[in-house]
């Protein structure tokens, strides 16, 4: 399926600093509650299964890019603002997406 470039437009993706990350045991799988600074959007709120190649205190610091346009999430007690976006490794496990240089946080994807 193909989409417009309008279509594209629509999906509002951004650059956030992860401020604080922890274990996010009442989870159904394996994720973290992560806390992100997206610049003039303040912070947001989110919840990733990303636990296979990231601890909590490495994550403090990473920038990612994350979509902030669709609805929140109630995931169990967390409600979920952005969704961080990643891509499968070769056993499916997700691996963040981030710019290769240090951007201003709340940048969007163009």
């Not at 604080?20 to 600074?37: G, I, N, T, Y």
């Not at 947001?44 to 636990?51: L, P």
């Not at 963040?96 to 940048?107: A, H, K, M, R």
Request: charged share 25%.
């Amino acid at each position: 399926m193909t989409i417009g470039f309008d279509d594209f437009l629509k999906v509002d993706i951004r650059v956030a600093t992860i401020t604080r990350a922890e274990p996010f045991p009442e989870a159904r799988k394996p994720a973290f509650r992560l806390w992100l600074d997206v610049g003039e959007l303040g912070e947001k709120k989110s919840s990733a299964q990303i636990t296979r190649h990231y601890a909590p205190e490495a994550l403090i610091g990473r920038q990612v890019l994350c979509v902030v346009n669709f609805p929140p999430r109630q995931i169990g007690p967390v409600r979920s603002e952005v969704l961080v976006l990643g891509v499968p490794d070769a056993e499916g496990e997700v691996v963040l997406i981030s710019p290769d240089q240090t951007v201003p946080n709340g940048g969007r994807l163009f």
